[in-house]
């Protein structure tokens, strides 16, 4: 028998022990008015019974022992898993946002329909929902733990149209915040590269000219200037010919010796 129906049926038995004294002074005092009064009581006492919560909200003892089951099971860090629910939600399994994010990570309701997540308010359902979420992320992202919490947050199209951490203030601050609580020199280096604008690449410097042909149009006929070939190699080196030198004659043709 759960809490709820026991109460009930504790405050029934009550108004019935008061109606039946009440009835039995009625009979005998003909009390009509205490008649009403303990009928109005009864029904008071049931309408603050259907009032109480069916179970008592889980405490953060109870939640972290479901971080640290359904995180060893998925193998991703539990103190990594805690640090979302504490930025999301703060450890609360009501929370809603302004967007419609739900529970204790914050599940969007298609993304829970995605994940088949029955009870996005139930601890356990939305913690293993959004578990396997930041799973596959991870998987997505190769384990890069700020672009991970960034899709988490924006959205995993928004990480691959921005190449990175998306601009929005809101995203930055989640992804520091939450690595804060997970491993503060990683948020410390995160907050420092968020800070740090970016350089703008160096234009690539403009291609060489091409020498190109140089064409002369003539009425007739298209002539084409090409560049001068060069020089044919030189021939192999060869010996020159000296030829003895004679004396020349002094004396005229026709003189006798």
Not at 94 to 116: D, I
Not at 178 to 203: G, H, M, N, S
């Amino acid at each position: 028998m759960s809490r709820h129906e026991s109460l009930k049926q504790h405050a029934l038995g009550l108004g019935v022990l008061v109606l039946a004294v009440t009835t039995a002074y009625a009979g005998s005092r003909l009390g009509v008015d205490e008649l009403m009064a303990s009928m109005q009581l009864l029904r008071s006492a049931e309408d603050a019974v259907d009032n109480v919560a069916e179970e008592p909200a889980p405490s953060q003892v109870d939640i972290n022992a479901h971080i640290q089951e359904v995180a060893t099971q998925h193998g991703v860090a539990p103190k990594l898993v805690a640090a979302i629910v504490a930025v999301e939600s703060q450890f609360n399994p009501r929370a809603v946002s302004r967007r419609g994010a739900e529970g204790l990570m914050q599940l969007m309701p298609e993304t829970a329909a995605t994940l088949e997540v029955d009870d996005p308010f139930d601890p356990r359902d939305n913690i293993d929902g959004g578990v396997r979420h930041l799973k596959r992320l991870m998987k997505r992202f190769h384990n890069d733990l700020p672009l991970v919490l960034a899709a988490y947050n924006a959205g995993e199209q928004a990480v691959i149209n921005h190449r990175g951490i998306p601009p929005y203030r809101e995203t930055r601050q989640y992804v520091v915040r939450v690595l804060r609580r997970y491993d503060r020199d990683a948020a410390r280096e995160v907050a420092r590269r968020l800070a740090t604008p970016k350089k703008k690449p160096t234009p690539a410097p403009a291609p060489a000219a091409r020498v190109a042909r140089v064409m002369y149009v003539v009425p007739d006929a298209v002539t084409t200037i090409a560049p001068p070939s060069p020089p044919p190699p030189p021939s192999a080196a060869t010996d020159d010919v000296v030829e003895p030198v004679r004396p020349r004659s002094s004396k005229a043709p026709g003189d006798s010796p």
